[in-house]
Structures are given as structure tokens and as C-alpha cells.
């Protein structure tokens, strides 16, 4: 078991997947996105961002309004489509996208044939080049007709908003989903050719126990799914209004919490199921993750742990983030100031932050750390990060071999706290962040 230590876990820290995180971004210029977007080549990935859901969970804390206002949605859908030519439009013909991932909110909130419309505008927009197309799914909206659409375009992978099989637990974050209908959704999704399969699950919910999270991971892996993101549920009302329907004190405790992470662990790594960073699991040998994790080529970004090698992805939709090398932009967060810009053909982003050298060279090291379980740190920075790092180091968790700082088994799940003494912001925010575990 994991070696339990609530004092170094009592800081939120960030879940990096983007340095600097969102917490430093500020006003952001069209022209430098512009900029960023003309001077883009090579290979490209795409976000779309599809902010409605037809029920919204208690819990999330994703930027998602309900999909029953027909009229709002085509005209987000509209602008939507704006964008896409727009910023098509900026990229220089040596840029060609290779992956396609759609999310949200949930993306079959909308129609298949409007799916299937959205990638047809990609297409005749962007240079594609044979480009790996995923999507998140709720299963709770998931139908034949859109298991049809996933077939024609080609989706190669699908990621499932399961959290967890416990009845009472569904309830209590407003997540009602039968087994019987995650089972139906799988066998679509494998027969219209996704090969990649992931589940959402995740601990810490109110009225959980160790017992529920076991048989959830249990009935996951018969399921077959090829991958696994193990999240613990971060409860920050104050950040997330919806989050005031949940019970807090039916949550479970810090150090239940922390067990339920480490059972978590345990289960799946000896079933097969090969860790990639500190939540993600992918079978061992098939899945494309899996690999990259034995080879040593996974990344992190907006999307988690990815096998995906571009140094540019592009966010299309409402509080979308691109990432560009010395750049990341963040689009209009409001649904209708995003379909007002958008409609007028303006570029819609609205925050952001450049990344200076100095950025760059953290962003890599909490990228190594996170991926990798070790970095090569700053010589001139050691004696204060020997310090920092201290605490850590006595009790195994880390280990310093001249400059070379090392996540040993144990720290594991103490890798985000041990990344943000690397972080130079979190000396200067106050803003809140999720728990460490």
C-alpha cells in the first residue's frame, strides 16, 4: 500500500494539464492568437468543444448547459461552423491536422447528422491527413443512429462518462445510468469499429465506500475497456454552484479517500492494466497509450495523458484552449458572447498567456515529471528545490541523484504536489485548486 501522509497532501495543487495553468492566464489579444495560428506547421491536432449536455450532473464542473433550447443550440452550432472557416482560413498550407477529438459537455447532445456535418466542414476546411477521430459519449443519450455516425466517420476511439455502478451513488451526484444500458452503448460503439474504449471512472463520491469503487472497477474491466482515468471527485462549490446539490458530508474522508486511490491502483495494475502517469490505465501491449507509456513518448495535455506528439492543438467551441509552443489562448467562455463574436468573423478568444522561456523549460520539466517519473532540474536552481523537496526525499517518496529528481513507487500518488514546487506561480496565486488525491 501506498505510505499515507496527510500533511503533504493537504495543499490543493493544480492537475497541469497545461503550463502555466488556466489559474495564470489574463486578457488575450486576437492578434497574438492570429500570430500563433499563421505561423503553425507540421502536424496539428483539433478540440471541438460541444458545451450541452441533456441532463447535467451534479458533480461536474465542465462549462455545459442543458441541450433543451433547440434554438440555442443550432445557433451555437452556427457559430461553431463560423469558427472553424475562420481559423482554417489563418493556417499556412504546411499545417495538416492529424488527430480530431471532440468533447464537452456531451458531444451526442447534438444530432448525428449534425455531427457528421461538423466533420464534414472540417474537411473541406483543414488539411487533413488521415487524422485519429475520438469522442466523449454519455451513455445516458447514446443511440443506434449515433453508433451509425460513428461508424461513417471512423472514430477509432470513445470515451464513456461512467464515474460509477453504485446506485446510490448515481443518485447522489444525479448520474443515474443502469448497467444494461453502459453494456448497450459498449457493444455499439464495438461494432461500429471504436477500438479504443475509455471509462470515466471515479472515487471519493458521497455515500462511496472501498466495496462500491472495487465493483465498479470490476464490472469495468469485464466490460473490456482498454482504458481506465481513475479521478477523485474534487468538491469545490464555491467554484462549482451545481456542486451545492451534493451532500458534502456523506463525502468520504481525506484518508478513505487516499485508500480508495491506492485500491484503485492496485486493482488494475494486477489485471493487466499498465499505469500511465498517476490516473490513467491502459491495457497492457494493445492500446496506443500503453505503448507510448512503455516507450516513453506519452505527453500531457487539455485532454490528460495522450500518445498524441503535436506541438499545437487547436480548441474550436466556447472556453476551448489551444496550445501552441510559446502561446496558450482560451476562447470566450460565454456561450453567447462566443456566437456573437464567431457570427461577426472575429477570432473568439478572450484569455490567455504566453509562455516565456523560462515557461517553456518548467512546462518540460512537470511534463517529465507527470509522464515520466523523473526530471533533469536546473543545476542553479537545486539548493532551493533540495530544500523544497526535502520532505519528500526523507521519507521515499522522491529521490535527488545529483540533479536528477526521481518519483519512486511510493510517491506516486504525491507526484501533482511534488510538480508544483517546480511550479514558480504557485509561490505568487491564491487561487484554489482540487485535492492532490
Not at 461553431?80 to 488527430?99: C, D, G, M, Y
Not at 480530431?100 to 447534438?110: C, L, M, R, T, V
Request: hydrophobic share 40%.
Amino acid at each position: 500500500m501506498w505510505p499515507y501522509h496527510p500533511d503533504l497532501l493537504a495543499t490543493p495543487v493544480p492537475r497541469y494539464t497545461s503550463y502555466p495553468t488556466a489559474a495564470e492566464f489574463g486578457e488575450m489579444h486576437a492578434a497574438d492568437y492570429r500570430a500563433a495560428l499563421e505561423d503553425a506547421s507540421g502536424p496539428v491536432s483539433l478540440y471541438l468543444h460541444i458545451p450541452f449536455c441533456e441532463k447535467i450532473c451534479f458533480y461536474c464542473g465542465c462549462n455545459t448547459g442543458k441541450s433543451n433550447r433547440q434554438q440555442r443550440l443550432q445557433s451555437y452550432l452556427e457559430a461553431l461552423h463560423s469558427e472553424i472557416e475562420l481559423v482554417a482560413s489563418l493556417l499556412p498550407k504546411t499545417a495538416f491536422v492529424t488527430r480530431i477529438s471532440f468533447g464537452g459537455g456531451s458531444p451526442n447532445a447534438i444530432s448525428p447528422i449534425e455531427m457528421l456535418r461538423l466533420v464534414d466542414a472540417l474537411t473541406v476546411n483543414f488539411q487533413l491527413d488521415n487524422p485519429v477521430f475520438s469522442t466523449e459519449l454519455d451513455p445516458r443519450t447514446m443511440s443506434a443512429d449515433w453508433a451509425e455516425a460513428i461508424r461513417a466517420i471512423g472514430f477509432e476511439r470513445a470515451s464513456l462518462g461512467v464515474q460509477t455502478f453504485a446506485p446510490q451513488c448515481q443518485i447522489a451526484i444525479g448520474r443515474e445510468q443502469s448497467e444494461d444500458l453502459i453494456v448497450r452503448t459498449v457493444d455499439w460503439l464495438r461494432d461500429a469499429g471504436v477500438t479504443s474504449l475509455n471509462f470515466d471512472l471515479m472515487y471519493g463520491l458521497p455515500g462511496q465506500t472501498r466495496d462500491d469503487l472495487l465493483d465498479s472497477l470490476q464490472r469495468t474491466r469485464v466490460l473490456g475497456a482498454d482504458r481506465i482515468a481513475l479521478f477523485g471527485y474534487a468538491h469545490v462549490p464555491h467554484v462549482v454552484p451545481r456542486q451545492r446539490a451534493i451532500d458534502a458530508s456523506a463525502l468520504p474522508d481525506p484518508a478513505t479517500r487516499f485508500a480508495m486511490a491506492d485500491l484503485g491502483f492496485t486493482y488494475l495494475v494486477g489485471r493487466s492494466y499498465v499505469p500511465v502517469g498517476f490516473d490513467h490505465f491502459a491495457k497492457a501491449g494493445s492500446d496506443p497509450v500503453a505503448r507510448a507509456a512503455f516507450d516513453g513518448r506519452v505527453k500531457r495535455n487539455f485532454q490528460g495523458f495522450t500518445d498524441d506528439p503535436s506541438e499545437t492543438l487547436i480548441g474550436l467551441g466556447a472556453s476551448a484552449i489551444s496550445s501552441f509552443p510559446n502561446l496558450l489562448v482560451q476562447n470566450e467562455k460565454n456561450t453567447g458572447r462566443y456566437r456573437m463574436l464567431a457570427s461577426q468573423g472575429q477570432l473568439t478568444v478572450s484569455r490567455g498567456i504566453g509562455k516565456s522561456p523560462a515557461d517553456q523549460t518548467t512546462a518540460a520539466l512537470i511534463e517529465s515529471l507527470l509522464c515520466h517519473g523523473r526530471a533533469i532540474l536546473p543545476v542553479e536552481q537545486m539548493a532551493e528545490l533540495r530544500t523544497a523537496l526535502c520532505p519528500f526525499t526523507v521519507r521515499g517518496l522522491a529521490s535527488l541523484d545529483g540533479n536528477v529528481l526521481t518519483i519512486t513507487p511510493d510517491g506516486l500518488p504525491y507526484s501533482r504536489t511534488i510538480a508544483a514546487l517546480l511550479d514558480p506561480y504557485r509561490t505568487q496565486s491564491r487561487r484554489p485548486f482540487s485535492a492532490a488525491v
